[in-house]
Each structure stands twice: as C-alpha cells, then as structure tokens.
C-alpha cells in the first residue's frame, strides 16, 4: 500500500469480541456504523482493512474485517488506528457551518486585529464540547472551546480562524481585570 497523502483518522480498535474475529472499534464518523461507507480502512503499517460487518452497541460498533477470522487475529488488533484519505470524506454532505476536524488542522487562530495565537493542531472532543487545541512558535498548546461565541468564522481557503480571544479565553478581559484590581466590597 502506497501512504496516504491526507490521512484522516476513522476509528481505533479496542479488544477483541467473541471467537469470530470481530472487535470492538471506537468509531469517529458521525454515523458509526457507517464505518464501511467510506472504502477500505489503513493503518499507518501500510495494512488495509476491508469492513465486512457493523453492528451498533452501547458505546462502540462490532467490526468483522475481512481476513480477521479468529480471535487471536483480532487480539493482534487492539489499540490499531486506522485512517482513510481525506478526498473520501463527502463533502456534499456537510452544512454551512459544519467541517471535518481533518480541515481545521493546521488553520492559523487569529484575532480581528490579525494578531496570531496560533494553529490548530488538534481537535478533542472529552465530552462537554469540542475543543480547538492551539501551539505557536515557542509556546505551550492551550485548548479553546469550539463554539460560535469564541470561533466566530472559518475561512478554509485563507487557512484562518477568526477567534474572540476573550470568549476562548486567551485573554483576560479588560473588565473583569479591572475588578480584580480594584475589588468592590460587599455587605
């Protein structure tokens, strides 16, 4: 197998499930179990993996893979991320305002005075929302939140985002600074 150009990760695989070769996968797509939809599955080993079945449980999809057939097999799988290129994602399918993590990768995070805090080189999502990580020369990645009150524009083909460095919190803001100087008392 050739290396993909544009990797985008689409799921990992956890522990093996039964005897039949099946494993438990955690998948990325919004449908998990359409994992298969997308052509065949490859991991960064250059091995590739055709979905042969899907099915739904509480918290991560059974995969059967083709040339996985006993538990051993399937044993020798867990903790495999694996990816498809980015040119198999459908974009058709995306609204306005939705974008694949994939594409926010590597846009610069800048404010409305076009000062910089950096480029995204991650997208996480821990539960509570999703959350943007920016690193910039010589400094420690932070996470912002990923929302409209703190990402308030996307421009994939200028490579930017237009964040209120307030709302994401990469600055204090000036009113609340001037209450922690001058702290009013309370009765």
Do not use: C
Not at 113 to 119: D, E, F, I, L, V
């Amino acid at each position: 197998m050739t290396k993909l150009e544009n990797p985008v990760l689409m799921a990992t695989i956890g522990a093996a499930q039964g005897l039949r070769g099946e494993v438990r996968v955690k998948s990325f797509t919004d449908d998990p179990t359409a994992l298969g939809d997308y052509g065949n599955l490859h991991s960064e080993d250059g091995r590739v993996f055709e979905v042969l079945e899907v099915r739904e449980t509480k918290n991560v999809v059974i995969v059967r893979f083709r040339g996985i057939n006993d538990r051993s097999a399937a044993e020798a799988l867990n903790g495999l991320e694996l990816f498809i290129e980015r040119d198999n994602l459908p974009d058709d399918d995306l609204d306005e305002d939705e974008f694949f993590y994939a594409d926010l990768e590597g846009l610069e995070a800048v404010d409305g005075t076009g000062k910089s805090y950096g480029s995204v080189t991650g997208v996480f999502d821990f539960g509570a929302g999703d959350l943007l990580e920016l690193k910039g020369p010589g400094r420690r990645p932070v996470l912002i939140p990923f929302t409209e009150w703190s990402v308030l524009e996307i421009d994939l083909e200028a490579g930017k985002l237009l964040v209120d460095p307030v709302a994401a919190g990469l600055v204090e803001d000036k009113d609340e600074s001037l209450d922690k100087q001058f702290p009013t008392k309370r009765k």
